[in-house]
């Protein structure tokens, strides 16, 4: 039997159908011995048992006006009138008269049976047309339910209830403090949960064991609709601004396009059956219960910016169907457990902001189907990048921004043609940066500040031209800087703190939408570029800690409405006197959540000999 709406309907179905036929048959003495039902009923079930035995066939209806089989039978003499015996039959005739009578009597019995054996057949049929679920109802079973079938149906609702919960739900029931029991107990509760098919059995108490494992009726921001026996559980509380799309959507526009789009009405199918399960930002406290992961239909699980705890369970292979998982912002710890690729439909992991650690697992590399890919600011994350993840065809966005990622950033990375955000800043990589990664034509972000790399610059780099932010601050590189970096998109460029030398390329005057410039800290010489006075979006301008020489150009007095930071300090050769818009540089610094906006504010420079200006004295 599939579902328990099917065993409600079967008493009333069973008594209308084959109440008449029995009593019928009591009614004419007549046993079934081909077919005997028993029905009891224990809280509201019913258990029924067919048996076809020999040992039926001494079955009879009790009847209160015959002796009992047991009871001592007597002989008693009756007296009869005297008749003549002329009128007496023959011992011959009585003879044939009671061959006759048995063998009438053997007719009227096999006849019997046989309208005994169609009238069990006809019931038969009709206890599996009851039995056979109905299109439609479906049942889902999670791959960590018991596989053993009772012979025997449950005598009662919670027995019922209890052998379709997986075995490490049944575990947790044993603790009555548990929000596992607390669900139990609420389902029992459910005055319509005859009606549910299994599938909605298990989904009901997963919801609810969620909403209790995360302090739900007392913590949670909104809980309307949650726990009500009325009201659908696909009505229930939903927060429409979810991450996926409002959060992080408004953060990095574009970050999200082509990924669930348009915007889905309902977090279920036409069935009922969960898809969606949107909890940001709605004050969850506690641990995600291995329950969730019996929601199997989920496609989008986004749960960030909640005061979680706990870690993601080896059971996340179950959400097969699963397409985009996002929690963000949590204290989720732990390792990723190597399951997840058995997510095979995945596009989207967002477990940025928590304190993930341990190994990335390789088979996290296999989702084939990933387009991105965000992993950054846990600290304790440790892994590679390996040579496969040039074969992430539809891989996008790649951010594991502080972790604890080492060795070298592979050739065959420039083959993911489809990478548009390559963010690894603040990890332990090493090695150079190669030839390769100019491939990367939609690459739009790459930033590899903090890290150890070293070596020269690649000219490919200038084939980059969708790339609108280059940051490679921090880092050992040395040599020259490429006049190909000049690319026309550019709105951040940050080269400090590495060991470059040679000019500053008078090319990137070119840069019309630059509005940040870091290159302190490194050992440019020559002077600064006069051309910089075209560039009127820039906001920084950073180029201490050099061997610049030569005066301050005048031209870039002209930057005065948009600088907020001017910095020349640790440029001892150079000279001159400090035009005088640049002294009141106090613009204002307009972050975006992605390295936001560095250095202090206003102009900073050194009063020397050689320079003055500013209320230096010259």
């Given amino acids: 039997m599939s579902s328990l709406n099917y065993r409600s309907r079967l008493k009333p179905a069973i008594q209308f159908v084959l109440e008449p036929i029995l009593v019928r048959q009591a009614r004419a003495y007549t046993a079934m011995p081909q077919c005997v039902f028993l029905f009891w009923g224990e809280r509201d079930s019913l258990r029924w048992e067919y048996m076809t035995s020999a040992q039926s066939e001494n079955f009879e209806l009790a009847d209160t006006s015959t002796p009992q089989k047991d009871s001592i039978r007597l002989s008693v003499a009756t007296p009869v009138e ?45 206890l599996i047309v009851f039995l056979i679920p109905r ?18 149906a449950p005598t009662s609702l919670e027995s019922f209830l209890l052998s379709l919960l997986p075995n490490h739900t049944m575990r947790e029931i044993e603790d009555k403090n548990s929000a596992q029991y607390t669900a139990f107990e609420w389902l029992i509760e459910d005055p319509f949960v005859y009606d549910y098919p299994d599938w909605r059995i298990l989904q009901r108490h997963a919801l609810m064991t969620i909403f209790y494992a995360t302090a739900g009726p007392t913590q949670w921001s909104n809980n309307k609709g949650w726990g009500s026996y009325d009201l659908h559980e696909c009505a229930w ?5 979810f991450a996926l799309k409002s959060f992080v959507g408004k953060l990095y526009p574009g970050f999200l396009r082509g990924f669930l789009e348009p915007l889905p009405d309902s977090q279920c199918d036409k069935q009922g059956l969960y898809q969606h399960l949107w909890l940001d930002q709605n004050h969850l406290v506690g641990s995600l219960p291995e329950e969730l992961y019996s929601l199997t239909s989920l496609k989008t699980l986004s749960a960030g910016l909640n005061p979680l705890y706990g870690s993601l369970s080896s059971y996340i292979g179950q959400l097969t169907e699963l397409q985009g998982l996002v929690i963000f912002t949590t204290g989720l710890s732990g390792s990723i457990p190597k399951e997840i690729s058995k997510l095979s439909s995945l596009e989207f992991i967002g477990l940025n902001g928590n304190k993930l650690g341990g190994s990335i697992p390789d088979e996290l590399w296999q989702l084939s189907n990933l387009n991105t890919l965000a992993l950054g600011v846990n600290e304790k994350l440790q892994g590679t990048i390996p040579s496969s993840t040039g074969n992430l065809s539809n891989l996008r ?76 601050r921090y880092n050992f590189f040395t040599g020259t800087l490429p006049s190909e970096l000049g690319l026309p998109p550019l709105q951040r460029l940050g080269l400090e703190s590495n060991q470059l030398s040679g000019t500053i390329p008078s090319a990137f005057s070119s840069l019309s939408n630059l509005e940040y410039m870091a290159l302190g800290s490194n050992r440019f010489t020559g002077e600064i570029p006069s051309e910089f006075g075209i560039l009127t979006s820039l906001g920084q301008l950073s180029m201490e800690n050099n061997l610049l020489h030569g005066t301050v150009p005048v031209e870039l007095a002209s930057l005065q409405e948009s600088l907020y930071s001017f910095r020349i300090e640790g440029n001892s050769l150079l000279s001159g006197v400090i035009p005088e818009p640049l002294c009141t540089v106090n613009g204002t610094c307009i972050g975006d959540g992605l390295e936001s906006c560095e250095g202090s504010s206003g ?8 320079l003055c200006g500013c209320g230096c004295p010259c």
């Fill in 397 to 472: 966005w790649l951010l594991m921004d502080d972790c604890d990622i080492s060795g070298s950033i592979p050739t065959e990375l420039g083959q993911a043609r489809s990478l548009e955000w390559l963010v690894m800043l603040g990890n332990q990589l090493s090695g150079t940066i190669s030839f390769e990664l100019g491939e990367l034509s939609k690459l739009e972000i790459l930033s590899l500040s903090f890290n150890l790399l070293q070596g020269t610059l690649p000219s490919q780099l200038g084939l980059l031209t969708s790339s609108y932010r280059l940051n490679l």
């Fill in 82 to 126: 005297e008749t003549s015996t002329m009128n007496l039959q023959t011992a011959q005739e009585l003879g044939d008269i009671r061959e006759q009578d048995a063998h009438d009597t053997e007719v009227r019995r096999r006849k019997e049976d046989q309208s005994n054996t169609e009238i069990c057949s006809t019931m038969v049929v009709l």
């Fill in 135 to 152: 299109e439609g109802h479906t049942t889902v079973a999670p791959m960590d339910y018991a596989t053993t079938v009772p012979t025997m």
């Fill in 237 to 241: 509380f939903q927060n429409q601004e």
């Fill in 603 to 610: 102009s900073s420079f050194d009063c020397t000999e050689l």
